[in-house]
């Protein structure tokens, strides 16, 4: 079995044997109150190198408490740094984790469920940057899920954005899995960093040169995916400033069992800018839910293309997804980052507040008109040891 050199012990019998000046506790229900919270105090206790104790995991939810990709991303994390984790159970409202060592090699995690695969990648990606040697992951789960980030998404949003902070990630898609099923599977690799993450500053949001974006069906008429593709089209071609000399690139991907796990389909979109820029929208389908016997498929290809000119004409340097990812790579960076951004969402209020509680980092938020802010921070410049 995957976890059976996992060290697990009661938080009671844990605690006993911490150095209690080093623990920190983290209010699990703060803001965002979900996941968000976990995975942020998670990788800082494991970057900081120092027990955290969170606790009213998820409290708010109708369904409180660790759910199978909560706790599968603990137990990986917990593997990568050579931890301890205790309170580590479904439907655990309190968890504490004490970090080891960073480790470099090979890990595999099965959340046995559609929960996203990507949210994984977010909890353990900053702490292998720190890693002696290159780190690889076997995910399995969901990879285009509604409520998370889908796959093609981290690859052409948030990889290239990452970057700029000197991250170096790959991701294969072995299988795709979708909602109720999931069973899809990824292959990451993340390079270690040879000393501090690079400040990055998004300032200037410049001209839209081009829009690419993919739509992916799996075991649905390919009619859903091109009339989906259409709508986008056309909604970006009418709401896109600039629109006509701008090159709009949209493919689909049709796949089906075994190359995927149950029936769906979404889209993702991605637009650059002449400043560098890069900015991302998604709209995933659950046959049952939209899509086929739901919303029409068109409907599936306008809310992920309205959403990317939203943010494109406030200006944004970053769309509302990639917010809070930003944070902790800001806060760990070597000098200032500095990020203008739409109206700040829960998440991304939840990554400031946890970092901060978490790092010496300091976050300030100035407010540029009504809904265009910048977000700032002086980096610890965290260095791999």
Not at 85 to 94: F, M, R, V
Not at 315 to 334: K, P, S, T, Y
Not at 336 to 343: F, I, L, Q, R
């Amino acid at each position: 079995m995957l976890f059976t050199r996992l060290n697990r012990l009661n938080a009671r019998e844990l605690v006993s044997k911490m150095d209690q000046r080093t623990l920190r506790t983290i209010d699990g229900s703060l803001l965002e109150g979900g996941g968000q919270v976990l995975r942020v105090a998670a990788a800082c206790a494991v970057i900081m190198q120092h027990p955290v104790t969170i606790n009213k995991i998820r409290a708010r939810r109708s369904a409180p408490g660790l759910k199978s990709q909560h706790l599968k991303g603990l137990e990986v994390l917990c593997l990568i740094c050579q931890g301890k984790l205790a309170g580590g159970s479904l439907n655990s409202a309190e968890v504490t984790v004490t970090p080891g060592p960073i480790n470099a090699g090979h890990f595999e995690a099965d959340i046995q469920t559609a929960g996203s695969v990507m949210l994984i990648i977010q909890l353990v990606l900053p702490c292998c940057l720190y890693a002696p040697g290159p780190t690889s992951l076997s995910l399995r789960g969901g990879t285009d899920t509604d409520m998370a980030p889908p796959v093609d998404y981290t690859k052409n949003v948030f990889a290239p954005i990452a970057s700029k902070f000197g991250v170096d990630m790959s991701i294969d898609v072995t299988r795709r899995g979708f909602f109720p099923r999931g069973g899809g599977e990824i292959q990451a690799t993340i390079k270690n960093i040879p000393g501090s993450l690079t400040a990055v500053n998004l300032l200037e949001f410049g001209k839209v040169l081009k829009v690419e974006g993919v739509c992916v069906i799996a075991d649905l008429p390919d009619h859903l995916a091109d009339t989906a593709i259409d709508a986008a089209r056309a909604t970006l071609q009418r709401g896109l400033p600039g629109a006509a000399d701008v090159h709009i690139n949209i493919k689909k991907e049709v796949t089906s069992y075994p190359n995927a796990v149950g029936k769906g389909f979404g889209i993702v979109l991605w637009l650059r800018t002449s400043t560098d820029v890069v900015l991302g929208a998604t709209c995933i389908s659950k046959a049952g839910k939209r899509g086929e016997r739901g919303t029409p498929a068109d409907v599936v290809g306008v809310e992920a293309a309205q959403a990317l000119i939203e943010d494109c004409k406030l200006g944004a340097c970053v769309d509302r997804h990639m917010q809070d990812q930003m944070i902790l790579l800001m806060g760990l960076a070597a000098g200032k980052s500095s990020v203008v951004c739409g109206p700040l969402t829960q998440h991304t209020l939840t990554a400031i507040e946890i970092m901060q509680q978490s790092t010496p980092v300091k976050f300030t938020v100035d407010k540029m008109n009504d809904s265009l802010f910048k977000i700032s921070c002086d980096g610890i410049g965290m260095k791999r040891s």
